[in-house]
C-alpha cells in the first residue's frame, strides 16, 4: 500500500519545483544572453568574412583592412563573451551612455554590411538620466533590431531614435525588404519582448505599411527612472 505523503514530503516536492524553476529561468536568461551578446557579433564577423573573400582578387589592399577590422571585432567578441559568462552589461556601455553606446553600434552595423547600410541616431539627451537598467535592456532591444536588419532586411537606411517622457521610447525603422525576420518567431524577437516585460514594459515589431517593401520598424516602451545609479553585476 502507497506510503501517506507527510508535511517533510510536500516540503520537499515544494522545494525540488523551486529549484527546478530557478534553474529554468537561469537556463532562459544564458539562452538570452547568448543570443543578445554573442549572436550579433558571429553574425558581424561572418557577414565580414564573406566580403574578405569577394575582395582579395579585386582590392587586396581593401581585403587586408578588413581582416584587421575583423581582428579587432574578434577581440571585442571575446571580451563581450566573457562579460556574457559574468552576466555583465554589455561592453559598448562601459564607462559610456546609451546615446555613444547607440552610436556606436550603428557603425559597427554599418561596417558589418561593408557600408551598404547606413544608420543614424537620434538620441534625447534625457536619456543619459534613465537608470542604468533601463538603459541596458534599450541598448540589447536595439542591438537585436539591428542585427536583424543586417541579417534579414536589406536596407539601405535605418533610424534609431530615443524619446524620455514618463518612460524610454526606443524605436528602429528600417527601409528594406518588411516583414524583416517575422516569419519565425525566434529567440531574437522573443528576447526583445522578454527583455521589455521584465521592466514591466512593451515591444512591438511589424511591418510599417501594408505593402511589402515598406520596411520594419520595432517600438519598445521601457518604464524609467531617472538619476538612480545602478551597479550591474
Not at 519545483?17 to 564577423?45: F, K, Q
Request: glycine share 12%; aromatic share 4%.
Amino acid at each position: 500500500m502507497p506510503r501517506a505523503l507527510t508535511v517533510a514530503d510536500h516540503q520537499h516536492v515544494t522545494d525540488c519545483e523551486s529549484g527546478a524553476c530557478e534553474h529554468y529561468r537561469e537556463m532562459v536568461r544564458l539562452r538570452r544572453n547568448l543570443h543578445d551578446g554573442l549572436g550579433p557579433g558571429l553574425a558581424g564577423i561572418m557577414m565580414r568574412a564573406d566580403i574578405v573573400g569577394q575582395l582579395m582578387t579585386a582590392n587586396q589592399g581593401a581585403a587586408e583592412e578588413m581582416l584587421r577590422e575583423l581582428r579587432r571585432e574578434a577581440a571585442v567578441f571575446m571580451t563581450e563573451f566573457r562579460r556574457v559568462l559574468a552576466d555583465q552589461s554589455p561592453a559598448e556601455l562601459d564607462g559610456h551612455q546609451l546615446a555613444d553606446a547607440l552610436r556606436a553600434l550603428g557603425r559597427r552595423m554599418s561596417r558589418a554590411t561593408g557600408g551598404t547600410l547606413t544608420v543614424a541616431t537620434d538620441v534625447d539627451p534625457a536619456a543619459a538620466a534613465v537608470d542604468r537598467t533601463t538603459q541596458v535592456a534599450a541598448f540589447w532591444i536595439a542591438k537585436e533590431a539591428l542585427t536583424n536588419v543586417v541579417k534579414h532586411a536589406k536596407a539601405r537606411t535605418c533610424a534609431i531614435r530615443v524619446r524620455v517622457d514618463a518612460g524610454l521610447r526606443l524605436s528602429i525603422v528600417d527601409d528594406g525588404v518588411g516583414g524583416a525576420g517575422l516569419g519565425r518567431r525566434g529567440v531574437g524577437l522573443a528576447s526583445m519582448g522578454s527583455r521589455a516585460a521584465e521592466l514591466g514594459g512593451w515591444c512591438e515589431v511589424g511591418d510599417i505599411g501594408p505593402d511589402n517593401g515598406s520596411g520594419v520598424s520595432v517600438t519598445a516602451y521601457l518604464p524609467a527612472h531617472r538619476g538612480v545609479e545602478e551597479t550591474l553585476l
